[in-house]
């Protein structure tokens, strides 16, 4: 450990993770953790195991082996629920929104364990000034949005249920270029509010440029971890996630 973190007490960490689906392991024992008010990302491949970790964090998948905690307390089995309500909210993989539902009623489902209404108000009118697009829709169905649009709610969502730890996965993707940087815009908003990150993305050179630290994972394994500025330097990287060729 870095000798300046020494003294931080990690938010979240996972210390010899296991995952399998049937007989498969997708996650083969990793250690990883996140610092209160760090932005940390997990790069890799199609069908690293990225995912899986943060179903696991979320207690989506069971663990079959290692521990995961947050806050200093063992999460695993805990319901849903508690841990929305004690901050540890996920943007999941194809965002999770509900089609039927209107944009204004798919953000109030992030206040679901919150029962100050005046506040939830303020934060909600919050979201509709960083995504003015959201704003002029609020009555329309979110299945009918666009994907950058979707994951414009998704994000809302999250926002409006106060997080302390902010799991992301893959918020980039099948967005344009436009619409990833103002969804990265607001990733940054959210983590200068002193929210932790921990974010997945297949795209390594922007999740690297948005992170403090990173780390890379292969067929279920961490193979590398480190400073995000010293990554996106390292050769190995370079070649093997950021599509350059090997000096
Ligand atoms: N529900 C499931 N049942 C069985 N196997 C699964 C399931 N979900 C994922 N897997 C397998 O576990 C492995 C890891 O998948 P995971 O979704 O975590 O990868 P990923 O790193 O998020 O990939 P991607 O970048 O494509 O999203 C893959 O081999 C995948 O096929
Ligand atoms: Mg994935």
């Known amino acids: 450990m870095n000798p300046k973190e020494s003294h931080i007490q990690p938010l979240i960490s996972l210390q ?3 995952v399998a689906y049937g007989g498969i392991r997708a996650v083969r024992g990793i250690d990883l953790h996140v610092n209160a008010g760090e932005r940390v990302c997990l790069i890799g491949a199609n069908g690293a195991g990225k995912s899986t970790t943060l179903r696991a964090i ?3 998948v069971p663990l079959v082996g290692g521990a995961v905690e947050y806050d200093s307390r063992s999460i695993a089995g805990s319901p849903p629920f508690d841990l929305v309500r004690r901050g540890l909210i996920m943007v999941p993989e194809g965002r999770g929104i509900f089609g039927q539902l209107t944009i204004e009623e798919n953000l109030a489902m992030g206040a679901y364990t919150r029962r100050d209404a005046s506040q939830i108000r303020q934060d909600t009118e919050r979201v509709f000034t960083l995504f003015p697009r959201l704003a002029e829709r609020r009555k329309q169905a979110a299945g009918t949005l666009s994907g950058g649009e979707q994951q414009m709610v998704a994000m809302g969502r999250a926002m409006i249920a106060r997080p302390k730890l902010l799991l992301l996965d893959e ?3 099948g967005l344009a270029p436009l619409m990833v940087e103002k969804v990265f815009e607001v990733v ?4 200068s509010e002193g929210v932790t990150i921990l974010l997945i993305e297949q795209n390594a050179r922007l999740a690297l440029e948005n992170s403090d630290r990173g780390y890379v994972m292969e067929s279920g394994e961490i193979i590398l971890d480190g400073d995000a500025r010293d990554m996106l330097n390292n050769p190995k990287v370079r070649a093997a996630y950021l599509g350059e060729v090997e000096a």
């Open 16 to 18: 010899r993770l296991e």
């Open 58 to 60: 979320t207690g989506l």
């Open 171 to 173: 918020p980039s993707m």
């Open 188 to 191: 940054r908003t959210i983590a």
